[in-house]
């Protein structure tokens, strides 16, 4: 078991040049129908999404496996906390069942995954309508020794790719 003393915390940040102006980039994080196009790492896909864009207003995402990774459907859901048009997203992220309730992931076999996280978008207009990206996953935890950081990490590269991919 961890002490907590021994819990070491590290935020996981993914910067990103887009090549799509700010206001298409901005679309493909806060409408559903576009979210689902690139949600998931490499391979996943994302079957159904739902936004309440709103500060307070709850969101629920939902991520496919492969199937030759089981098919299981994963998700995810938060409460946006801090939304400025075109510029910021703060919300909250954790595992949840489909219908959105929490899911403590311990009870899946990950005590050391993060019950409930804090996440920014930064959207930065630059020239040539383009767009930077800066995507902070505050408090990890990297006490197992920081596998799940690590995959988190490359999941998210991963999304960021298909997230650039799919305004082409």
Known sequence: MTKENDIKKQDLVVTRIIDAPVELVWKAW?????????????????PSC????????????????????????????????????LE?????????????????????GMPDFPKEMRLEVVFKSKKCDMTELFL??????????????????????QSMDKLAESLK
């Open 50 to 85: 739902k936004i309440d864009l709103r500060e307070g207003g709850k969101y629920l995402f939902c991520m496919r496996a492969p199937k030759d990774q089981g098919g299981q459907e994963m998700y995810s859901a938060g409460v946006y906390k801090k939304i400025l048009p």
């Open 136 to 157: 902070t996953h505050y408090d990890w935890t990297v006490s197992d020794g920081g596998q799940m950081y690590v995959y988190a990490l490359a999941g998210w590269q």
């Open 88 to 108: 910021l997203l703060e919300f909250t992220q954790g595992m949840a069942d489909k219908d959105g309730k929490s899911i403590d992931p311990a009870q899946m």
């Open 30 to 46: 806060t409408e559903p129908k576009r979210v689902m196009r690139w949600w998931g790492p490499k391979d996943y896909t994302s």
